[in-house]
């Protein structure tokens, strides 16, 4: 297989996303070959800076203002000819690149490059299959666009949303969001305390704030500093460096085991053994803690796509919400006394894990692109 996979780099889940296809079709079909791009930057560094370098402060600093744009553009004709018209300057920059890697199959795992499958197919009139992975717990205006022979989507909830944007429910898989395999295979627990230095007598608290390393983490930690029992504390950090450099100063003088870690490779065994984390819900993030069976509190949500995922958690009973973070410890430690309440949170995470994702991707991909050249050879044999 020769499949050719479309990315954008604003945030860490699309990339991940993109990378567990890649490793599914590997798996299954050694001799493929498979390319991911980072579409803006590929085509344009500059571009790449303007645009997602924008994206990442206003998520940061402006959230009033995203949460606007979110909103709007989710409308029904709102900022659509504006977009299409990026899009389209970035499927024309593209299109060389797509011909000579003349792929079986092209797959989108971000809004952006969502509308360009849609292009090629009205533009250039092209016949291969193509394929949009959601990499969120709702849908947006952005992700969905005619001319797309499947949707992949995280949940079920998922498909009758698509369905009132006008989409065909035949064309839509609630497969769940791809991840590494690795996350099948969790090493084993001791092993993992040993490596970071953690008791097996203690619970473990897990915080972070997706690849970026934002939200009220240091507000969250000092509630939780201030509670009588003793937890073990592992501070993921993401690319902020500042927040690391933060959490390694505070972890030399503090009483609690703190452990600080930059963004972690291993977060199907960190995943394993936390009792409780506390994070952003991040798409990615989420279906980890899924397929880990790791109770979720969440906190600081981005207006748009990550409030959708929380209302998503919160409408299945799938984590508690600490709102902004203040005043939380109160809540964190009951949380952590209710044995039996975070052993119903673990089931139930269990109970919404899509492990195969990946897996079946790669299968519809092959039925997706014997599909299509049946259809192309009938119409050539018709002329």
Not at 199 to 227: A, P
Request: aromatic residues 8%.
């Amino acid at each position: 297989m020769r499949a050719l996979i479309l990315s954008v780099s604003t945030g860490g889940g699309h990339a991940k996303a993109a990378e567990a296809i890649k490793e599914s079709i590997m798996k299954n079909e050694p001799q493929s070959e498979v390319q991911i791009i980072d579409t803006i930057k590929y085509i344009s560094p500059f571009l790449d800076k303007l645009v997602v370098g924008t994206y990442l402060k206003s998520i940061r600093y402006y959230p009033s203002f995203f949460k606007f744009l979110y909103k709007h553009s989710d409308e029904e004709g709102r900022f659509t000819k504006s977009s299409t018209l990026g899009n389209d300057y970035l499927t024309n920059k593209l299109y060389p690149t797509i011909v000579d890697f003349e792929p079986d199959i092209l797959i989108a795992t971000h809004a952006f490059t969502a509308q360009i499958l849609s292009i090629l197919r009205k533009k250039f009139q092209w016949h291969k299959p193509s394929l949009v992975v959601m990499t969120d717990y709702a849908s947006h205006a952005f992700w969905v666009h005619r001319n797309v022979d499947a949707y992949i989507v995280s949940n079920e909830d998922m498909i009758e949303e698509l369905a009132l944007r006008g989409r065909d429910k035949n064309q839509i898989y609630p497969y769940g969001i791809p991840i590494s395999e690795k996350f099948l295979n969790i090493s084993d627990r001791e092993s993992i305390l040993s490596k970071y230095n953690l008791s097996q007598d203690k619970k473990i608290i897990t915080i972070m704030g997706g690849s970026l390393g934002i939200g009220n983490i240091e507000e969250i930690l000092n509630e939780i500093l201030q509670m009588k029992k003793p937890y073990q504390i592992i501070v993921l950090t993401g690319k902020n460096e500042k927040l690391y450099e933060k959490m390694s100063e505070l972890q030399t003088r503090c009483d609690h085991c703190l452990t600080p870690l930059e963004y972690c490779e291993e977060m199907n065994d960190i995943l394993s053994i936390t009792d409780l984390l506390i994070t952003k819900p991040g798409g990615l993030t989420i279906t980890e803690s899924f397929i880990t069976g790791t109770p979720l509190a969440i906190y600081s949500a981005i207006p748009g796509h990550e409030v959708q995922n929380a209302d998503y958690l919160i409408r299945h009973g799938l984590a508690v919400d600490l709102g902004t973070g203040e005043h939380c410890g109160p809540l964190i430690e009951n949380l952590l006394d209710d044995d039996v309440f975070l052993h119903s949170m673990k089931e139930k995470s269990k109970n919404n894990a899509k492990p195969h994702a990946a897996q079946h991707i790669f299968e519809l991909c092959k039925d997706l692109i014997e599909e299509k050249s049946l259809q192309y050879d009938t119409k050539r044999i018709d002329l």
